[in-house]
């Protein structure tokens, strides 16, 4: 390839690099020595050069298909100048189509009718298929010259909602996710981040989720070098920026209930800082561990993973140094994210029955009226919550998740959340002797783990 500087990529827009050496390991099934390329999705042509200067550095050609929001955006005629310099740079030949990927394709096809001696070879069988892609592809269908009213309606362009998952999170993120889709119309593109899942799991979520044609689920697995496999699932916030292919995401965990549409969240004003959250009900200044500040809660967030990309080794490290934090992820984020933007309590409802209601001059700082009616609740406390928990004095009723042995006690919403788990593929579970069976072995290994402690505490 030319000297990178020659070209115009915008760095925190790299979503390929990484996958050069798998691409690689495929050039080596193809027998074509000048193979002609149509990429549809170029953006600004960072995979369409290095197919340019790998796969036909003896030969061949590339048509690229990209709306390029029809030009009727900055953005959109910016990355139409950068694909052209780009792809020029090579000095291979190169096509750009700006137009959505159905009217482009039919115009290469009609263009292929007319030609006496058509290039494009049209049976089935004198085309190579190297790799196939199982799942389904968004197909554009809109065309130029048209009147639009919700530009960003229009182009398909809709909200990215990021989970992190493991099994045991499977059963609350078809909730969070199902709530989402109700109360959310329009396009919505789920990422889930696979920490442990098995394909049972899997299977479940997308018939719990995929129930309109403008929903999709994708799943990503965590690299080797992920932040969440050297510290665990949890971390896995920390590593959103390399997984994720866009630029703005919206993360959820996976013990939250969507009330309302998601799109007047997705909209918010970041004010040019990294994310924007909703303060911490249980610890609104922080704890002893860290310096006193407002602190967020890390269960609702709008990232934009463009500005935290350009210091994201910076909040890696910091997730090493604070790996032993009371509060982990959590706490690591506050302290990397020193300016965010402050949501509305609306966003994320915490400790609602148990300890938001206990008086804390901290605490008296947040407007907890917003909680009343919230637009996402969230479950937070502990799965299955220990027997000194459960006792303590301290915060009664005690928090837990919903589908945990204890369920949310007083929890205002939790039967809310149980009439979407019934529209999942979890439906009736809770009837179900297999739910019986693992309640009770919950509650037996949290009473012998409290008799152990106990016992060890005594010197027995």
Same mark, same amino acid.
């Given at each position: 390839? #030319?000297?990178?500087?020659?070209?115009?990529?915008?760095? /925190?827009?790299?979503?390929?690099?990484?996958?050069?050496? %798998?691409?690689?390991?495929?050039?080596?099934?193809?027998?074509?020595?000048?193979?002609?390329?149509?990429?549809?999705?170029?953006?600004?042509?960072? #995979?369409?050069?290095?197919?340019?200067?790998?796969?036909?550095?003896?030969?061949?050609?590339?048509?690229?298909?990209?709306?390029?929001?029809?030009?009727?955006?900055?953005?959109?005629?910016?990355?139409?100048?950068?694909?052209?310099?780009? +792809? !020029?740079?090579?000095? $291979?030949?190169?096509?750009?189509? !700006?137009?959505?990927?159905?009217?482009?394709?039919? $115009?290469?096809?009609?263009?292929?009718?007319?030609?006496?001696?058509? !290039?494009?070879?049209?049976?089935?069988? %004198?085309?190579?298929?190297?790799?196939? $892609? /199982?799942?389904?592809?968004?197909?554009?269908?809109?065309?130029?010259?048209?009147?639009?009213?919700?530009?960003?309606?229009?182009?398909?362009?809709?909200?990215?909602?990021?989970?992190?998952?493991?099994?045991?999170?499977?059963?609350? *993120?078809?909730?969070?996710?199902?709530?989402?889709?109700?109360?959310?119309?329009?396009?919505?593109?789920?990422?889930?981040?696979?920490?442990?899942?098995?394909?049972?799991?899997?299977?479940?979520?997308?018939?719990?989720?995929?129930?309109?044609?403008?929903?999709?689920?994708?799943?990503?697995?965590?690299?080797?070098?992920?932040?969440?496999?050297?510290?665990?699932?949890?971390?896995?916030?920390?590593?959103?920026?390399? +997984?994720?292919?866009?630029?703005?995401?919206?993360?959820?965990?996976?013990?939250?209930?969507?009330? /309302?549409?998601?799109?007047?969240?997705? $909209?918010?004003?970041?004010?040019?800082?990294?994310?924007? *959250?909703?303060?911490?009900?249980?610890?609104?200044?922080?704890?002893?561990?860290?310096?006193?500040?407002?602190?967020?809660?890390?269960?609702?967030?709008?990232?934009?993973? *463009?500005?935290?990309?350009?210091?994201?080794?910076?909040?890696?490290?910091?997730?090493?140094?604070?790996?032993?934090?009371?509060?982990?992820?959590?706490?690591?984020?506050?302290?990397?994210?020193?300016?965010?933007?402050?949501?509305?309590?609306?966003?994320?409802?915490?400790?609602?029955?148990?300890?938001?209601?206990?008086?804390?001059?901290?605490?008296?700082?947040?407007?907890?009226?917003?909680?009343?009616?919230?637009?996402?609740?969230?479950?937070?406390?502990?799965?299955?919550?220990?027997?000194?928990?459960?006792?303590?004095?301290?915060?009664?009723?005690?928090?837990?998740?919903?589908?945990?042995?204890?369920?949310?006690?007083?929890?205002?919403?939790?039967?809310?959340?149980?009439?979407?788990?019934?529209?999942?593929?979890?439906?009736?579970?809770?009837?179900?002797? /297999?739910?019986?069976?693992?309640?009770?072995?919950?509650?037996?290994?949290?009473?012998? !783990?409290?008799?152990?402690?106990?016992?060890?505490?005594?010197?027995?």
């Amino acid at each position: 390839m #030319s000297q990178l500087s020659s070209y115009h990529f915008t760095e /925190t827009q790299d979503w390929f690099s990484h996958n050069e050496d %798998h691409w690689k390991r495929l050039f080596t099934l193809i027998t074509s020595k000048e193979p002609r390329v149509l990429e549809i999705g170029s953006w600004e042509g960072r #995979s369409a050069v290095f197919l340019l200067n790998h796969l036909c550095q003896d030969g061949g050609e590339i048509v690229c298909i990209d709306h390029f929001d029809l030009f009727h955006t900055p953005a959109g005629r910016e990355r139409f100048e950068k694909i052209n310099h780009n +792809l !020029s740079q090579t000095g $291979k030949p190169f096509r750009v189509l !700006s137009q959505f990927s159905f009217p482009a394709l039919m $115009k290469l096809l009609e263009e292929e009718i007319a030609v006496s001696q058509p !290039s494009l070879q049209t049976h089935p069988s %004198h085309h190579q298929v190297v790799l196939r $892609k /199982t799942t389904e592809m968004r197909i554009g269908f809109l065309v130029e010259n048209q009147a639009v009213e919700d530009t960003d309606e229009a182009m398909g362009y809709g909200i990215n909602v990021v989970l992190t998952v493991d099994s045991s999170y499977a059963l609350g *993120a078809a909730v969070t996710m199902r709530s989402a889709v109700e109360a959310t119309p329009g396009r919505i593109t789920f990422y889930i981040v696979d920490c442990g899942l098995e394909d049972v799991d899997k299977d479940k979520l997308g018939q719990s989720v995929n129930i309109r044609d403008d929903v999709t689920m994708v799943f990503l697995s965590l690299p080797e070098n992920a932040l969440a496999r050297e510290l665990g699932p949890v971390w896995a916030k920390l590593d959103l920026h390399v +997984l994720l292919p866009v630029e703005r995401v919206l993360y959820l965990d996976s013990d939250t209930l969507v009330r /309302t549409n998601l799109k007047g969240l997705w $909209k918010t004003d970041l004010r040019g800082l990294p994310l924007a *959250a909703v303060p911490d009900v249980g610890h609104p200044m922080g704890h002893d561990g860290i310096d006193r500040k407002m602190y967020f809660n890390a269960g609702v967030m709008l990232m934009d993973l *463009a500005k935290i990309r350009m210091n994201s080794q910076s909040l890696l490290e910091t997730g090493r140094k604070m790996k032993n934090s009371l509060f982990r992820d959590q706490d690591a984020l506050n302290v990397h994210f020193v300016e965010w933007t402050a949501l509305s309590l609306k966003w994320n409802a915490q400790g609602l029955g148990t300890y938001a209601n206990y008086p804390s001059a901290d605490r008296d700082i947040l407007n907890l009226n917003d909680m009343v009616d919230p637009y996402i609740v969230h479950f937070t406390g502990p799965v299955h919550p220990t027997l000194a928990q459960v006792l303590s004095p301290y915060v009664q009723p005690p928090t837990a998740k919903p589908w945990g042995y204890l369920g949310s006690p007083n929890h205002p919403f939790q039967q809310d959340w149980r009439s979407i788990m019934e529209k999942t593929s979890w439906q009736g579970i809770r009837s179900s002797d /297999t739910w019986k069976e693992n309640t009770e072995r919950e509650v037996q290994r949290s009473i012998q !783990s409290a008799i152990d402690e106990f016992r060890k505490k005594i010197g027995l």
